[in-house]
């Protein structure tokens, strides 16, 4: 019987840590809060392992103020710094910011384009599904910090 807890352990990293091999595709679903403004966004986006440990990671967060309507997009570059059950990473990339205090007025619509750093880790919950967590700052307004938390599933 532990042979083959063993032998099923096994298989389940390597499954895991073939995820990052070129061409392979992750979706991602979850969470943001933004720590300053303390407001709460819902997030989707994809992975694309372009090459061994480099990941581009376009995502888009609608976010739920309290008084208009804001969207941010993000196109992260992230470099994997291990592999297996525990996936450490950094990013940097570019982040757009669309803000409208008064929506349903034309010309009130702002965009502040900007840049983003961080880092994160993705965690293996069961085969092909995990848990993403990742920090980073935005360089829009007041060079906002935020945290993500949400689900991936790898294709």
């Given at each position: 019987m532990k042979?083959?807890?063993?032998?099923?352990?096994?298989?389940?990293?390597?499954?895991?840590?073939?995820?990052?091999e070129q061409g392979d595709f992750r979706v991602q679903l979850g969470g943001e809060y933004k720590l300053q403004i303390q407001d709460f966004g819902a997030n989707a986006g994809v992975e694309y392992f372009f090459a061994d440990k480099?990941?581009?990671?376009?995502?888009?967060?609608?976010?739920?103020?309290?008084?208009?309507?804001?969207?941010?997009?993000?196109?992260?570059?992230r470099y994997y710094l291990t592999e297996g059950v525990s996936q450490v990473y950094v990013l940097g990339g570019y982040s757009n910011y669309w803000i409208n205090l008064q929506p349903g007025i034309p010309g009130l619509n702002q965009t502040r384009p900007?840049?983003?750093?961080?880092?994160?880790?993705?965690?293996?919950?069961?085969?092909?599904?995990?848990?993403?967590?990742?920090?980073?700052?935005?360089?829009?307004?007041t060079r906002q910090p935020v945290l993500r938390v949400g689900l991936v599933f790898g294709l």
């Open positions: 042979k083959l807890v063993i032998i099923c352990l096994i298989f389940g990293v390597v499954a895991i840590a073939q995820a990052q480099f990941a581009l990671a376009p995502n888009f967060t609608y976010w739920f103020p309290q008084v208009g309507r804001s969207m941010n997009f993000n196109m992260d570059l900007g840049g983003n750093f961080g880092l994160g880790a993705m965690i293996a919950l069961v085969d092909g599904i995990g848990l993403n967590t990742e920090f980073k700052v935005q360089s829009q307004n």
